[in-house]
């Protein structure tokens, strides 16, 4: 089992930066990390993924050269960087995990671990 939580969201102004924290507890070892975001109305969608050595990272290209994932092993904690953000990045952010990697995670049902979420909301 591994448990998460989101930290660090707020309102903010279109071209304003902002960073979310989750930390995670439980069965941490060799697990992916990733993030998610809802906007009102539409589906969950991927944001960004990180392998366990933080080595490989994968975005959606929505959020491509704008927002950074990593991650500090020794605190049990990802991290996504969100630079330049826009109007269409408001949405509630979820962090996930999973152990190992698959074929498929982009798609939310790969990830059985989830935290509980975080609103973003950027004004224009």
């Known amino acids: 089992q591994v448990q998460l939580v989101e930290s660090g969201g707020g309102l903010v102004q279109a071209g304003d930066s902002l960073r979310l924290s989750c930390a995670a507890s439980?069965?941490?070892?060799?697990?992916?990390m990733g993030w998610f975001r809802q906007a009102p109305g539409k589906a969950r969608e991927f944001v960004a993924r990180i392998s366990w050595s933080g080595g490989t990272t994968y975005y959606a290209d929505s959020v491509q050269d704008r927002f950074t994932i990593s991650r500090d092993n020794a605190k049990n904690t990802v991290y996504l960087q969100m630079n330049s953000l826009k109007p269409e990045d408001t949405a509630v952010y979820y962090c996930?995990?999973?152990?190992?990697?698959?074929?498929?995670?982009?798609?939310?049902?790969?990830?059985?671990?989830w935290g509980q979420g975080t609103q973003v909301t950027v004004s224009s």
């Open positions: 439980g069965r941490t070892f060799s697990t992916y």
């Open positions: 996930a995990a999973r152990v190992g990697v698959l074929a498929t995670m982009e798609r939310e049902r790969a990830w059985p671990y």
